[in-house]
């Protein structure tokens, strides 16, 4: 059974305040596309370089995990299995390896493209590239994880 992009963002269980994917402009076998503005709300700018704020590159990787681990990751056990049962899943980060290149702001739309290195027994390893929405290269490396039962 294919999952549409909906059905994959309703299953991701990361949400505000913590979820970093507002759509997803492609998914496919091989890699998913999704975006994400930055609002200015975000509690973490409170205290990242007050009057300077600049989003932490932990949330970077976080956004480009949400995309290339775990949309890409629902949307693949879709594929093997029935919606149901996927959502008995969550997909827990394993490893990264990122360079980054700039910084974003609030208010910045970034891109993630992600692309599949492998996937086997629920563990995938993906290539990501995060870029501004005016292609600007933002960061880029390769992120890992697996999906686990819900418990």
């Known amino acids: 059974?294919?999952?549409?992009?909906?059905?994959?963002?309703?299953?991701?269980?990361?949400?505000?305040p913590f979820r970093f994917i507002d759509?997803?402009?492609?998914?496919?076998?091989?890699?998913?596309?999704?975006?994400?503005?930055?609002r200015a709300d975000e509690s973490f700018y409170t205290g990242h370089f007050p009057g300077d704020p600049v989003t932490p590159g932990v949330i970077l990787i976080e956004t480009m995990c949400q995309t290339g681990l775990v949309a890409l990751g629902i949307y693949l056990l879709g594929l093997e299995l029935?919606?149901?049962?996927?959502?008995?899943?969550?997909?827990l980060f394993t490893d990264c390896?990122?360079?980054f290149e700039r910084i974003v702001r609030p208010g910045d739309t970034v891109r993630v493209e992600?692309?599949?290195?492998?996937?086997?027994?629920?563990?995938?390893?993906?290539?990501?590239?995060?870029?501004l929405a005016n292609g600007d290269a933002v960061a880029k490396g390769t992120v890992a994880g697996m999906g686990v039962p819900r418990g």
């Open 82 to 91: 029935p919606k149901d049962e996927v959502a008995k899943t969550v997909t």
């Open 97 to 99: 390896q990122v360079d």
């Open 114 to 131: 992600a692309e599949k290195v492998f996937w086997r027994r629920r563990k995938l390893k993906s290539n990501v590239v995060l870029t």
């Open 23 to 38: 759509r997803l402009v492609s998914l496919g076998d091989s890699g998913a596309v999704g975006e994400y503005t930055f």
């Open 1 to 16: 059974m294919t999952l549409s992009a909906d059905e994959v963002l309703a299953l991701i269980p990361q949400q505000r």
